[in-house]
């Protein structure tokens, strides 16, 4: 079972550490072959895995201009590389002082003296430390002093990784679910709270629950209607979600709701997760409400076939 350390100051002593280093956002089809590659070498060493990862994201401290949003929450991360079988996450703060440290400091004060690691595997454009002065170079300079093993993740997968995040946040903003889920190697997810709505949806046949997103920082998905996979605690249910400002209506405003299958419970203010499996269609307006309920019966159908 993987452990989760959040205090860099009690790190238990890693036995013969494999250890990796980076934001890992979205854990997808590109990170898992790192995670694979760093499993495999702890293994052939007898050794341990640690993936060491950073919160909040380094650029909000070191390029905090551009907004950044990210695939997935913190804990969502964990969660997920807690499946993939590592051994060690260590969730490093990363504040202005830990930005500041030198590349030489940062070799020596904290990988070296925090993790005592065996091998070392990184990309060819890591960069750490003030003003992202190290790189593989000063790591495989420093290796004979510090007595550790440098692996070299190979640019075409480095390249691979850069790809995939852009591609899956561009996808997710563009609706594309299906590129999306396919570079992740799972169907993307998000955690909302039920609130109140104008009960229209109930009115027409199909309740829904309203969403507004928990985390600020989390990617908003593209306008569109889903077919997707609803989590209410330990009860799983399909069902489908439209994002965006229901055109048919007058002066309407962004909503996010959801009709659940087989659902008839009062949830407000629970928080549930939805799991967007297929983009069905974009939004549309319709001359009367009645065409509008006659979309909604077929796009339950068509849920109910992708699912």
Same mark, same amino acid.
């Given at each position: ?5 959040r205090t ?5 002593p890693?036995l ?6 980076g934001?890992?956002?979205g854990v997808h ?9 760093l499993i495999?070498e702890?293994?052939?060493n007898g050794g ?5 990862t ?17 695939i997935?929450t913190l804990?969502?991360?964990i969660?997920?590389l807690a499946?993939?079988?590592i ?6 703060p990363f504040?202005p002082a830990?930005?500041a ?9 904290f990988?070296v003296?925090r993790?005592h690691?065996?091998t070392?595997i990184?990309?060819?454009?890591h960069h ?5 002065q190290?790189?593989f170079?000063?790591l495989e300079e420093?290796?004979?002093?510090y ?5 070299e993740?190979?640019?075409?997968l480095?390249?691979?990784? *850069?790809?995939?995040s852009?591609?899956i #946040?561009k996808a997710?903003l563009? $609706? %594309?679910?299906e590129?999306?889920?396919?570079l ?6 998000f955690?909302g709270?039920?609130i109140?709505g ?7 046949g199909y309740?829904t629950?309203?969403l507004e997103?928990?985390?600020?920082e989390k990617i ?5 209607v889903?077919a997707v996979?609803?989590e209410?605690g330990?009860?799983?249910?399909? *069902?489908?979600?439209?994002?965006g400002i #229901?055109?048919?209506l007058v002066n $309407? %405003?962004e909503?996010i ?5 087989d ?5 407000y ?6 799991r967007?499996?297929?983009f ?7 001359p009367?409400?009645?065409e509008?309920v006659a979309q909604l019966?077929r796009d339950k159908q068509n849920?109910?076939d992708?699912l």
């Open positions: 079972m993987m452990q989760v350390h860099i100051e009690q790190l238990p890693f013969r550490a494999a250890v990796t280093i934001t890992f956002d089809q590109g990170h898992q072959k790192i995670i694979a590659a495999n702890a293994k052939r341990e895995s640690v993936i060491i950073f919160d909040p994201h380094p650029r909000r401290i070191v390029n905090n201009a551009q907004p950044l949003q990210l997935n804990e969502e991360k969660a997920l499946g993939s079988g051994d060690h996450l260590v969730i490093v504040t830990f930005a440290q030198s590349a030489e400091e940062y070799i020596r004060d990988l003296a993790f690691p065996h070392i990184i990309g060819y454009d750490f430390g003030q003003g992202r190290g790189n170079a000063l420093q290796a004979p002093v007595r550790y093993n440098l692996m993740i190979p640019r075409y480095i390249d691979e990784i *850069g790809v995939s852009t591609q #946040r997710l563009q $609706s %594309d679910a590129t999306a889920n396919r992740l190697g799972y169907d993307f997810f955690e709270r039920v109140r104008d009960q229209l949806g109930r009115k027409l309740p629950a309203n997103y928990t985390d600020g908003r998905l593209g306008h569109g889903y996979y609803v209410i330990a009860e799983k249910r399909k *069902g489908m979600l439209s994002i #229901r055109p048919t $309407s %405003d909503r709701e959801v009709n659940i299958f659902w008839d419970e009062e949830i203010d629970a928080i549930i997760c939805v967007v499996h297929t069905l269609r974009p939004q549309e307006k319709y009367s409400l009645d509008l019966h849920s109910l992708a």
